[in-house]
């Protein structure tokens, strides 16, 4: 597949106009019991992409569920080639899906990875940013769904557009109704796959120089050369 393919295949996935509500009152049918508590009729769904405040769309990633959902990530939990003496199995496998979250967001999302505090190093990590990525750790006793939530509603009552990135059925059941899009962890590491392509394609190419004459056909150079001789 051409870049100009995949771009045309990424717009079509993510760009705006075409990004729809995976979940919603349909999906699991009028009468389930989420239908009731999270989609009151008189809400509106905010517009997806950037809203009138200049808040960008809000990208929530469910940070361990997409890790052991794609073996993109999952080779790398127990890896500690960058720090042998470290007792964190998941270093690596974090690190790898911070990078993806902001080659994946650019300027398009406010990315934000959520990751379950249970079972950490530390039970309070820091939430600091890296790459331009917000990181939140569940506090004690708080699952990241119950994070993942509350962002969503967040983002939903501020009038804000926002995508999840997660392959957890509780999660999609959860925040439906609330404007939300889904993106699986599948979608999302076929992109990732997708742009390390394209970075691949962009290092390999020659550096040519693009001049006048790159640009022309060679029919088109000797009809200029001719009409250059004419004048001389």
Not at 176 to 198: P, Q
Not at 207 to 212: F, P
Request: with cysteine; proline share 4%.
């Amino acid at each position: 597949m051409s870049k100009k393919s995949r771009k045309k295949a990424k717009a079509k996935r993510f760009g705006e106009g075409s990004a729809r509500a995976a979940v919603n009152v349909a999906t699991y049918g009028a009468g389930n019991a989420f239908a009731s508590a999270f989609a009151p009729a008189s809400v509106v769904d905010p517009a997806r992409g950037t809203n009138a405040r200049g808040q960008r769309e809000l990208l929530v990633v469910d940070g361990y569920n997409v890790i052991h959902a794609a073996p993109r990530y999952e080779h790398l939990i127990f890896d500690h080639s960058d720090d042998p003496y470290s007792s964190d199995v998941y270093d690596r496998a974090r690190t790898a899906l911070i990078a993806d979250v902001a080659a994946f967001a650019q300027r398009r999302y406010e990315p934000v990875i959520v990751f379950d505090g249970a079972g950490n190093v530390s039970a309070d990590r820091p939430n600091l940013p890296q790459a331009g990525v917000r990181i939140e750790f569940s506090p004690t006793g708080v699952s990241a769904d119950t994070v993942v939530q509350r962002l969503c509603t967040e983002a939903r009552e501020a009038g804000r557009a926002c995508s999840v990135v997660t392959s957890d059925g509780t999660i999609q059941a959860t925040v439906m109704g609330k404007g939300v899009t889904r993106i699986s962890a599948r979608m999302f590491v076929e992109e990732m796959r997708l742009f390390d392509a394209d970075v691949k394609e962009a290092e390999e190419a020659p550096q040519v120089k693009l001049t006048l004459g790159s640009r022309l056909s060679p029919d088109t150079l000797a009809k200029l050369e001719a009409l250059r001789n004419r004048m001389r």
